[in-house]
């Protein structure tokens, strides 16, 4: 027992010697250190050694081109079904009326689409390059924090992730979104917080559109036994319900093709603006914390709070000044009340 605890002493005080990646400096350390930072270009190493994400690659991209198609197709959907099945109803009550909700509906769908495609197909967030490896090349402090992505082989600046669906590094990145087949991150995050808004606003004017529609070509609804409800009970409320609904169903098989289009449509966009509300809201959460869904993830260990503030909006979507100066500082009314 005693020579194994010598061992063990004599192992942990043992120094090594190895090579900062950053700079390329050797550095001398105790065994025990997990990971260390250098005193020269503050670039932090771990003894993790290179990992592959080849594995499962093309099955995600797979996945991510499913995603993106299927939503395609729903966008179509909506806007194709919605002008095919919605509009002999609006343009039947007026003319003006029809021309009004075809601006709305065409500005809706170019929104859309529009930031859909700019949060799908441009770069989420690539890190800058910089010069790294060799001493004299790098400065003091040139590479402060960094680490090493032990995936791409290169620099991974402090507020960058690793996507394995995208094989590479993200800045700020937030999540891999499979829906937009993409990352969000610091170049695409506006586009996506802009998409969900969009989209949400769509769905909702689809749901009412539809409901309005529908409810406008339904066919007769025939009542079976309504004469024999006299005076009121949770009995007799449930036996009415239940009559309507089944009133409903009975009609339902002589709607039309229009009519159906208008059913799928209305639970459709229902069911999503439900998702992506849920989502928005999320994000605008993180964006009014001033994190991302993944520094969220990180922080709920060290527990950062006192910057919950108005003006990170502001931030986040790139207001004019003047504009930022009507939103609300919170930072300031808290220390307003602490005086
Ligand atoms: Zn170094
Ligand atoms: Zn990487
Ligand atoms: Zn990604």
């Known amino acids: 027992m005693a020579s194994s605890t010598e061992e063990q002493l004599i192992t942990i005080t043992e120094n090594y010697e190895t090579m900062c990646w ?9 065994s025990f250190a997990p990971s260390y930072k250098c005193g020269w270009c503050g670039a932090i190493t771990s003894p993790n050694k290179l990992k592959c994400d080849r594995n ?7 996945r991510d081109l499913c995603f993106v198609s299927v939503l395609f197709v729903f966008m179509l959907f909506v806007i194709c079904g919605g002008l095919w099945a919605v509009w002999p109803v609006v343009f039947s009550i007026s003319i003006s ?3 009004f909700h075809s601006i709305i509906a065409i500005i809706l769908s170019i929104a859309t689409i ?10 989420a967030g690539k890190p800058p390059t910089i010069i790294w490896g060799s001493y004299p090349a790098v400065g003091k402090g040139d590479l402060e924090n960094y680490t090493f992505c032990q995936y791409c082989s290169k620099p991974k600046p402090p507020r960058a992730h ?7 590094c993200v800045m700020d990145m937030d999540h891999h979104c499979p829906f937009i087949g993409n990352c969000v991150g610091a170049a695409n995050h506006r586009h996506f917080v802009c998409f969900l808004t969009s989209a949400v606003i769509s769905t909702v004017y689809v749901s009412i559109m539809s409901a309005h529609a529908g409810l406008h070509i339904w066919p007769p609804l025939t009542y079976r036994s309504l004469e024999h409800f006299n005076g009121f009970s949770s009995d007799m409320a449930w036996r009415a319900v239940r009559e309507v609904i089944f009133a409903l169903l009975r009609s339902a098989v002589f709607l039309s093709a229009r009519g159906l289009v208008l059913v799928y449509l209305f639970i459709s966009s229902v069911s999503v603006e439900i998702g992506l509300s849920v989502l928005l809201w999320q994000q605008l959460c993180y964006i009014y914390e001033g994190k991302t869904y993944l520094t969220h ?5 060290s527990d950062e709070d006192g910057k919950r503030d108005c003006q990170n909006f502001a931030r986040f979507f790139g207001f004019p000044h003047f504009i930022s100066r009507f939103l609300p500082n919170v930072r300031d009314t808290q220390k307003r009340h602490k005086k």
């Open 56 to 62: 499962y690659f093309r099955w995600r991209r797979l």
């Open 22 to 30: 950053g700079c390329g400096l050797r550095l001398l350390l105790p």
């Open 114 to 123: 529009s930031f859909f495609s700019l949060a799908a197909f441009q770069c």
């Open 297 to 301: 993830l990180s922080s709920q260990t």
């Open 97 to 99: 009326c029809g021309v």
């Open 162 to 168: 690793h996507c394995r669906s995208c094989r590479m």
